[in-house]
């Protein structure tokens, strides 16, 4: 009886035990199976994070592109207006020069004027002497005169001294009255002459106010291109960080959630020139040979800062090699020196002088331009020498 009551017992234990077992298996797969399925959640969502940024990044992309097409675009545009401003910079230094010829003509009629009137003067005293004598011959008349003479003989030279002072103040008359017609044709000439220099002065002053606005529009337009460029890379470089450390995030859960199945997650030659050389304009040296410039780029010239419009001046006697509208150099002069050694002059507003023409030390070749690539309008200057460029420092005056 007590051997089958422990057999009873004995069995019903075993079968507790291996219920109880089999509740912990059941539990700890529960465990396994929830937190499994937390994890591939957690996988699924970071998943959906990763394809949502490719998407934002291929937009981004695509409108990193269209800007820079439309960058291009507006370079072409940019092209095109330096190329006006060129143009208008000309018509306004022949302008200039028209006026400074009117003004040399009207001082050359201001002086004639002068003279006439100096003459006129002149003839004006003698013609009152002369009426003056006129007038003391003619208190008695002819006949009077000539009976009034002792001397026959002397009777006859005064009659003929009083045509003489007659013909004489009618002679004198005509010339004062030929003067006085010049002088008007004189005074004409000269208010044409202003009439011509006040026309120039208004089409000058219409040609700068011209060029101030395209000035204008060019920084506005490369202002807000560069803008729209720096901040669509910058947000770029965020966005392909932000995946780079999803993806690394993911790789991570991926080497964590190993174990789970499958199906449970988803002249001279220059050489002889060197300290020598002629500035090409004087101004504040902004960046120097060496200077950084770019990431591990550095200037190979020099950038010197003057008011847009300045005179740009040959370095040497020389042979223009290029002159023609450059990607990054805008309005671009080189001038060959021979020897190898060639001056470059970029930045600029207008260009002088062709390719094929010569220059010489010191002639004006172009104009200074605004700001493009910098904060400062002026010159960029290069000096090279079989392609190396060279310190603008230690060839050029101090």
Do not use: C
Request: proline content about 1%; glycine content about 8%; aromatic content about 8%.
């Amino acid at each position: 009886m007590i051997y089958w009551i422990l057999m009873i017992e004995g069995a019903w234990l075993s079968a507790y035990q291996a219920w109880l077992k089999l509740a912990l298996i059941l539990l700890l797969l529960g465990l396994t199976l929830n937190n499994g399925h937390a994890e591939t959640e957690k996988q699924k969502q970071t998943r959906q994070q990763i394809g949502h940024l490719a998407e934002q990044i291929h937009n981004l992309q695509a409108e990193l592109e269209g800007a820079r097409g439309q960058f291009g675009e507006q370079q072409q545009a940019l092209k095109q207006m330096d190329l006006e401003i060129q143009s208008n910079r000309i018509d306004l230094r022949q302008f200039q020069q028209q006026a400074k010829e009117q003004q040399v003509e009207i001082a050359k009629l201001e002086e004639k004027q002068q003279t006439i009137l100096a003459e006129l003067g002149l003839e004006k005293h003698q013609l009152a002497e002369q009426l003056r004598q006129a007038w003391l011959l003619g208190r008695g008349n002819q006949l009077k005169l000539l009976l009034n003479q002792d001397d026959l003989s002397q009777g006859s030279r005064m009659l003929t001294y009083y045509r003489y002072f007659n013909q004489s103040r009618l002679s004198q008359i005509d010339q004062f009255d030929q003067q006085l017609e010049v002088l008007e044709e004189n005074y004409r000439q000269l208010r044409i002459a202003e009439q011509v220099l006040e026309v120039l002065q208004v089409d000058t002053e219409s040609a700068l106010a011209a060029l101030e606005k395209q000035h204008q529009l060019r920084r506005l337009s490369m202002t807000e291109l560069n803008r729209q460029i720096v901040a669509k890379s910058s947000r770029l470089t965020e966005l392909k960080q932000d995946r780079k450390d999803l993806e690394t995030l993911l790789e991570r859960l991926q080497g964590l959630l190993g174990d789970i199945p499958d199906d449970l997650g988803n002249e001279r030659s220059l050489q002889t020139l060197k300290g020598k050389l002629l500035q090409p304009v004087n101004g504040r040296i902004r960046y120097r040979f060496g200077d950084p410039r770019s990431g591990d780029m550095r200037w190979k010239g020099w950038f010197i800062e003057v008011k847009v419009g300045t005179d740009i001046h040959s370095i040497a006697k020389g042979r223009i090699a290029y002159a023609d509208w450059l990607r990054g150099y805008g309005l671009l002069m080189i001038i060959d020196h021979g020897d190898g050694f060639m001056s470059l002059y970029s930045n600029n507003e207008s260009l002088f002088k062709a390719v094929g023409e010569w220059v010489e030390t010191g002639e004006t070749i172009a104009q200074s331009g605004p700001a493009v690539n910098n904060s400062y309008d002026g010159l960029y200057f290069e000096l090279r020498h079989a392609g190396k460029a060279l310190n603008p420092h230690s060839w050029l005056k101090k």
